[in-house]
């Protein structure tokens, strides 16, 4: 992307017609500009625009928007690897597993915390960064649409450099936006008799959210059906949490209408609830030893259909009768 910084490409620029994006004031100020000031100055504002057009453009900012959402909704792990591995060999004499084993769990633990501030810290930075290439636009932008020709002439060094302090942001967010390596400071592998131990990396991986299926997952008189999904899907079968909880329970004995399910598939069938009533449904993935960070899991609430003879007479024997 800085490529486009320096210079801006302004000797492959081809001018149009000045006219078709010039309002009345521009074209006044065309006359009294000598007509090499205003060769320059439609020439840097045409590349003002080209660079706000495409490497800064708002369709471009609204997908990097939706991809911090998503980023902030995501499961976040540590995965131990040989260095031989980490870095792409396909034929790993040493098996992650087999490395794992190796691992003091003290130190393993110790370095889950660091994953931990390491992906909070590092959520936290991007959408810093993102807030940063907004304002820039913005503020690039605005100095397009003013009919001010001065920062196009004299005030030219200010803008490019601000051009390039755009431009570096934008490499620094796209740079962040895939979870690295964890910097390890001390030995993780503590018998240091162990023979071939290999050079341990421990890197941070990502995995999509879990999210209820909206127009799938439908509530019927005494029971729930719930239809999940993940956006990219694992290459192995993973195992759910599905939580479930009464709204605003009325005596003590619906308190106990809850309830943690532990599923394999991404649809379960929730029996024996109330009728007439809301409920709240969670899901996410069990927690494994390599968890780091899962700032995030969907809710959903559905409330069950009217039961046939529910109505304000017989709601309370209804009720008496379900229990």
Not at 200 to 208: A, D, E, H, P, V
Request: glycine share 4%; hydrophobic share 40%; with cysteine.
């Amino acid at each position: 992307m800085s490529s486009h910084v320096a210079g801006l490409g302004l000797d492959k620029m081809k001018l149009g017609n000045p006219q078709s994006f010039l309002d009345q004031e521009e074209a006044d100020d065309q006359q009294l500009l000598e007509p090499e000031a205003w060769r320059t100055y439609t020439e840097r504002r045409n590349a003002l625009r080209e660079f706000l057009t495409s490497d800064l453009s708002p369709h471009l900012l609204k997908r990097h928007h939706a991809r911090m959402q998503l980023l902030r909704k995501c499961s976040y792990y540590i995965e131990v690897l040989p260095k031989h591995l980490a870095l792409g060999d396909q034929n790993p004499l040493v098996l992650p597993s087999a490395v794992c084993q190796l691992i003091d769990p003290r130190k393993f633990q110790r370095m889950k915390k660091v994953g931990t501030a390491q992906t909070k810290i590092q959520l936290l930075l991007l959408g810093d960064l993102l807030e940063q290439l907004d304002h820039g636009r913005a503020e690039l932008d605005a100095l397009l649409q003013s009919p001010d020709p001065r920062p196009f002439l004299a005030d030219w060094a200010l803008v490019e450099r601000r051009l390039a302090d755009v431009s570096a942001v934008m490499d620094s967010f796209l740079t962040m936006m895939v979870p690295g390596r964890l910097h390890v400071k001390h030995r993780l592998v503590s018998d240091v008799s162990a023979a071939k131990i290999p050079h341990i990396w421990l890197m941070l991986s990502t995995k999509m959210p879990v999210m209820f299926d909206r127009k799938e997952s439908a509530a019927h008189q005494d029971w729930a059906r719930l239809r999940w999904f993940v956006t990219i899907q694992p290459a192995a079968s993973e195992q759910y949490e599905l939580r479930f909880r009464l709204l605003d329970p009325r005596t003590q004995q619906e308190c106990a209408q809850c309830g943690v399910i532990p599923v394999a598939a991404c649809t379960f069938d929730v029996r024996n609830l109330l009728p007439n009533r809301s409920y709240k449904f969670t899901i996410k993935r069990v927690e494994t030893s390599t968890l780091v960070y899962e700032p995030w899991r969907d809710s959903l609430t559905l409330q069950t259909k009217l039961g046939p003879l529910e109505g304000p007479a017989l709601s309370h024997s209804v009720r008496e009768m379900i229990f």
